[in-house]
């Protein structure tokens, strides 16, 4: 198995995983009286391979189960026990705010996680319906430095929220202001630096031309952060599960690529 394609992680990444929780939980630990019952039909290592596998892939449960060669009310006992270890071994990679941002040009844009076509009622429906990208999903404000790091992600809002909004409700807009701040049209009134509007019925002058050229040559970096989070495909593809559970979900998913990018 190609680990780093596969689960995100290397093989020595999800080593020390396995190791960690070792730490963390007793009953996983070698030296510890076997429990009663009957063992389990997967080892530590391969439930939290598993777990990844499930995260970045976004597989059913059922495609899962016939790959790890166990059922599927397997694979979701495992899947609900493990995630929530691994935010726990992981939670100290989270950069820490405000400390990180400082001495850096950051980059924030916004971006929807889909959640598909589900029944619910319809004020909800149209809560989270996007007409800016013609879908249902939440929207989530990112944070990137000139070189496509992560730095931070907010807690997810109704996709019909609009990034200028979502950016004010983050409290982003209080934690960037004496830090330089790029972003794109839509931040217009926050105080970030962006693109200039072209006027109505005229074309851009040559010198706004060359600046809104420069601006989104740098912004391009927070766009392949972006990229690089929503590797993690359950966050791309079309998130299946309760949506009570999602913002719970992006904040692991987003710890675990902390830990990836070595933060």
């Keep these: 198995m190609r680990y780093e394609s596969t689960t995100g992680l290397d093989h020595a990444q999800i080593q020390e995983l396995v190791a960690r929780i070792h730490q963390v939980q007793p009953e996983h630990q070698p030296d510890q009286p076997s429990r009663r019952g009957r063992p389990p039909l997967l ?29 599927q009310s397997t694979v979701s006992r495992i899947y609900r026990t493990t995630l929530p270890l691994i935010e726990q071994v992981t939670c100290i990679h989270r950069p820490p705010l405000p400390e990180a941002l400082r001495g850096r040009v950051v980059l924030v844009d916004g971006t929807l996680v889909p959640i598909g076509n589900r029944r619910t009622d319809r004020v909800t429906h149209l809560a989270n319906f996007s007409g800016k990208r013609h879908r249902a999903g ?20 109704p996709g019909t929220t609009h990034d200028r909004a979502a950016f004010t409700l983050a409290g982003f ?12 049209l839509g931040y217009q009134g926050t105080g970030v630096t962006r693109p200039q509007r072209r006027p109505p019925g005229r074309d851009h002058h040559p010198h706004t031309e060359v600046w809104n ?19 993690w495909k359950i966050l791309a593809t079309g998130y299946r599960g309760r949506l009570t559970e999602l913002p719970n979900l992006i904040r692991i998913i987003t710890t675990l690529e902390y830990y990836r990018l070595g933060w």
Excluded: M
């Design 43 to 71: 080892g530590l290592y391969r439930q939290v391979v598993l777990t990844l596998v499930l995260l970045r892939q976004n597989l059913n449960q059922t495609t899962a189960a016939d790959l790890f060669g166990v059922s």
């Design 213 to 231: 050229r420069s601006i989104a040559t740098l912004r391009a970096a927070v766009e392949r952060a972006i990229a690089h989070w929503k590797n």
């Design 138 to 157: 939440l929207n989530v404000q990112i944070l990137a430095d000139l070189s496509g790091c992560l730095l931070a992600i907010s807690t997810p809002v």
């Design 173 to 184: 807009d209080q934690l960037l202001t004496d830090i330089p701040t790029l972003g794109d």
